[in-house]
């Protein structure tokens, strides 16, 4: 019995009392608590009805998908072609222009969810919360730019060219604008759902855009230039219908995504 008491005796146990005091006091390790959380990336549309509204909009196509499928057949002619017959992107029917409304709207969501994707490459941060508030306010953005862009087509048209040849011009806008909204659903749906990917879907939407105005501003110049003194007229609209209002509407998308 002495025995067991002097090998457990406290004095004699081979025990740091002191380094033990102060491992009690020391912060705690990572070994016994885990890695500091940190606050996970989220997508465009991560918990939001953005991906669900792009897939009620291509649902609604489903269902116009004769209409729909004859909008696209006629997208080459519309913007390769200068005639005066009428084709699929004249307002012939109810079931026609309600097809192309429809392609409009899913045009405005795509795009609205393409500029938000931007916003951090020009420093701009936007909580979570306002993701969606964001791309819907960046959708009715695009809407206006299309109205006005529609409006001074027509304008200059009236002023500058025939009738028939104004008419030309903008089927050739609005075959330019279904096309330009096929190409932005997959990219649209990649920087709802994925962060992994966002670059190449910015990337591809940016690559899109310039391929369908390329084509609409070459259709314009098959119909408008006959002599050198309307390639310079031509210049100038470039710079006033073409470049201009698109770097107006860039900076008020920033303006506008800063403050909300």
């Not at 392609?103 to 941060?125: D, H, K, R, S, W």
């Not at 009715?140 to 028939?164: D, H, R, W």
Request: include cysteine; proline fraction near 4%.
């Amino acid at each position: 019995m002495p025995l067991i008491k002097q090998i457990y005796h406290e004095e004699d146990a081979p025990i740091d009392h002191a380094a033990l005091m102060q491992s009690a006091t020391a912060p705690a390790d990572t070994w016994h608590n885990g890695l500091k959380a940190e606050e996970r990336p989220v997508a465009t549309g991560a918990g939001s009805m953005l991906s669900t509204v792009i897939v009620i909009i291509l649902a609604l196509l489903a269902l116009n998908f004769r209409h729909c499928r004859r909008l696209i057949k006629n997208i080459p002619a519309a913007l390769f072609r200068n005639r005066l017959s009428v084709n699929s992107f004249d307002n012939h029917t109810t079931s026609e222009n309600r097809t192309y409304l429809i392609l409009l709207l899913l045009l405005f969501i795509c795009e609205g969810v393409m500029i938000v994707a931007c916003a951090p490459a020009y420093g701009i941060e936007i909580a979570a919360v306002n993701l969606v508030k964001s791309a819907l306010t960046m959708s009715g953005l695009a809407a206006a730019f299309y109205l006005f862009e529609l409006a001074a087509y027509a304008t200059v048209g009236y002023a500058f060219a025939t009738p028939s040849a104004t008419r030309e011009w903008l089927r050739g806008f609005n075959a330019s604008q279904a096309f330009l909204a096929i190409l932005l659903i997959l990219p649209a749906l990649i920087a709802v759902v994925s962060l992994q990917w966002l670059s190449v879907a910015v990337t591809v939407a940016c690559i899109a855009y310039i391929l369908a105005r390329s084509l609409f501003i070459y259709k314009g110049f098959k119909i408008f230039y006959n002599n050198f003194p309307s390639l310079l007229y031509f210049i100038l609209y470039l710079c006033t219908l073409e470049i201009v209002p698109l770097l107006i509407v860039a900076k008020i998308a920033k303006g506008v995504l800063r403050n909300l």
